[in-house]
DNA sequence: CAATAAATATACAAATCTGTATATTTTTAA
DNA sequence: TTAAAAATATACAGATTTGTATATTTATTG
């Protein structure tokens, strides 16, 4: 990818998690990132074009930083979910941490016709597909019904802290989820 | 209050949930509620005074929907917590819910010092705060724990059903909740 | 009816928004 | 060095934004 294309997007990253989306022009992110707006047209087509990368960027970003943290860090099925806590709090409680970009993205985008709304609740389904595949490797009967309660608690906590930072909300929904899941394990 | 100052606040909750608040401007509103801008002004100061309104009444009509809610149905300070989720769950399956107010407010308003995001924390840490207080009638040890794991569960079940209605969010809430209340009572 | 208040119609200022047209400069590659 | 590509500078169109100024009309009240 062009490198300019590359600082683009990650300009346009960093001023809508801190502005909003809908709150910061395409003057700014090509002031901010130092080129001007036929070359952020040339690589996108529109602003919503650029929109619907940034989100799809974001989300492989998390995708791929979880999945690695997996790798290196845990072998045991059993283990994973406990582990996965773990993660999100260190994702969350992370300094440039401002907000998970979906749930964010939906809230301005409401309307479910909305290619950005879609995208977003896109993106929250598979994120609670992957927590379902997780609860499926660890035993767990109703793996559909962990995996939804177990995203409520993440987004929850990810929301809180977006609305507070260091509000500790990760903290207690690792304590929620353990209850959970082992209550889901009796079962 | 004036029946067209009423009129204009309504409108503008209507519009602000279903195309979200930056997206919709005065004029829209006043179209909408069939006034001028003039009248609109007239009654606020600015349109993020309108916004600050809006989210207080939406918040004032949340609290005494369930405090109704609690006086005609339960006296029990055990059963609260758990009827709580239904009185959630009749909330926001109710066809016209567009997502709670202050949850959408502050991904559209990040700046933590922006006067529209403090309120809606303000907001959320009042809901919080009302948990504590059925978990502490109920005789819970932790309050400030299981309210805030509640209040994730619920922000979470609200995030997931503006998201895509019918998602049948809240039913899993519930669940989870009763394992978390069983759980609290029992430390 | 007359005086006061409320609401409307209309127009506009000034800023901002997305997106494009045109021409020039810089970089890359043959 | 020369031709092709990439990036920039600049300007602008057209729509939309919040907020105001002015004048007119409608309602209310004494």
């Known amino acids: 990818m062009s490198p300019l294309r590359a600082k683009i997007l990650s300009v346009a990253t960093d ?3 801190t502005r909003g989306i809908n709150s910061t022009g395409v003057d700014t992110i090509v002031a901010v990132a130092g080129t001007t707006k036929m ?3 040339k690589y996108f087509h529109s602003k919503e074009d650029l929109i619907l990368e940034v989100l799809q960027q974001g989300h492989q970003d998390f995708q791929s930083w979880l999945q690695q943290k997996f790798e290196t860090n845990t072998k045991k099925p059993a283990e994973k979910l406990q582990k996965l806590f773990d993660f999100i709090e260190e994702w969350v409680t992370s300094p440039d941490f401002r907000g998970m970009a979906f749930l964010k993205a939906s ?3 409401p309307n479910e016709e909305n290619p950005v709304h879609r995208l977003s609740a896109e993106q929250s389904r598979q994120f609670r597909q992957f927590l379902a595949s997780l609860a499926t ?3 767990i009967q109703d793996t559909e019904g962990l995996a939804l309660q177990l995203s409520l608690l993440i987004e929850g906590a990810m929301q809180a802290e977006q609305m507070k930072r260091g509000s ?4 207690y929904a690792k304590k929620a989820a353990k209850v959970l899941i082992d209550n889901a394990l009796k079962s």
């Open 15 to 17: 001023l809508f998690q």
């Open 137 to 139: 490797e660890a035993g």
């Open 39 to 41: 070359t952020l047209y």
């Open 107 to 109: 809230a301005e985008f």
């Open 168 to 171: 500790g909300a990760v903290k």
